[in-house]
């Protein structure tokens, strides 16, 4: 996995909203500034796990947040250094893997942001496993991925969704797809029930679950109505469950 993101750094980072204002959850969910999920980040501990290119990062620190910043690839991170220095954020970086972030960071975190990183560890179990030993008992863990009723819309063999369903959604193998012709990446596919009894066994407990609907703008360039993609405007295409530690 670490190969294919440095591989696919380039392109992804071209796709990637620049937008270090706030934090965000998706290219297909409206953001903080709309969601509220974060409160007052000033003086908070955050951790941001996957964080990529560090543009969530880089806006949890000029909100006043102390910030450290996790992800597997050396482009990402090489980017990320950059963009927190176009900003004039202090903000601390490592390169592990989310399965081993309690081996390179100690506990007591007030927020922990994994941010569409999640279906990419290979350790599921491991990753929220170490993200439940760093919070903090008060600290909460916000996960945002692709909803995994959009993921049964994606035609795999020509990359793109597709009007009508295409695949089982209680089939749990992985979902294959291209940022480019020579880039392929794979993604975990998990129904819903699934993400909560993860959660669950590594004892977090799930306090919110949103599924917002696409902003109006982007869901009207991609699907207008008289489109043949319009049915994909009725879906959910993001899924964000807010989890805090279980009382002892």
Do not use: K
Request: one cysteine or more; hydrophobic letters at 45%; aromatic letters at 6%.
């Amino acid at each position: 996995m670490a190969r294919a993101w440095e591989r696919a750094s380039a392109a992804y980072l071209t796709r990637r909203d620049t937008t270090c204002d706030t934090v965000t959850y998706g290219a297909l969910a409206p953001d903080e500034a709309d969601l509220r999920l974060l409160g007052d980040l000033h003086g908070r501990r955050v951790l941001d796990i996957g964080c990529g290119g560090g543009h969530n990062t880089v806006a949890c620190a000029r909100a006043g947040a102390e910030v450290t910043g996790l992800d597997l690839s050396a482009a990402q991170l090489a980017h990320a250094r950059q963009l927190a220095a176009r900003h004039a954020v202090d903000i601390t970086w490592l390169q592990a893997d989310a399965a081993q972030a309690d081996q390179v960071v100690a506990p007591g975190w007030g927020l922990i942001l994994a941010i569409h990183s999640l279906p990419y560890v290979q350790d599921l179990s491991a990753a929220l496993t170490a993200c439940r030993r760093l919070l903090a008992p008060d600290g909460r863990l916000v996960i945002s991925l692709d909803h995994p009723l959009r993921d049964c819309f994606l035609d795999e063999d020509d990359g793109d969704l597709s009007a009508f369903p295409v695949r089982d959604y209680f089939d749990r193998s992985p979902v294959a797809w291209r940022f480019a012709a020579d880039l392929p990446m794979q993604a975990a596919h998990l129904p819903i029930s699934s993400w909560f009894q993860c959660l669950h066994e590594v004892d977090l407990v799930i306090t919110r679950m949103l599924e917002p609907p696409v902003p109006s703008d982007t869901r009207d360039d991609l699907w207008p109505l008289d489109s043949s993609l319009a049915p994909l405007r009725a879906i959910p295409h993001t899924l964000i469950l807010v989890a805090t530690p279980a009382p002892a």
